[in-house]
């Protein structure tokens, strides 16, 4: 586990594309730069869906892992 400072937890457990990533960037918007949210999802298309719109909106992801069936992810906001 990382020791960086979250703004903001995002628990999407049980939802399902593109649930997660709406839920990401709606988060992301109430944020100032710099700050981070963490994440989580279930669904399997995160792993790969998170990692794209971060790349395509300038954001930073931290940090990706599993654990427990979990996909936990720190987004850094630019």
Known sequence: M???AVAQVLDTSG???PLPVIKTKLA???LAPGQVVQLI???PGSKSDLPS???STGNSILEAREEQGKFVFLIQKT
Do not use: G, H, V
Request: with cysteine; charged share 25%; hydrophobic share 35%.
């Open 41 to 43: 999802a279930t669904d």
């Open 53 to 55: 719109w971060a790349n």
């Open 2 to 4: 990382s020791n960086t």
């Open 28 to 30: 992301m918007d109430k």
């Open 15 to 17: 939802e399902l594309c």
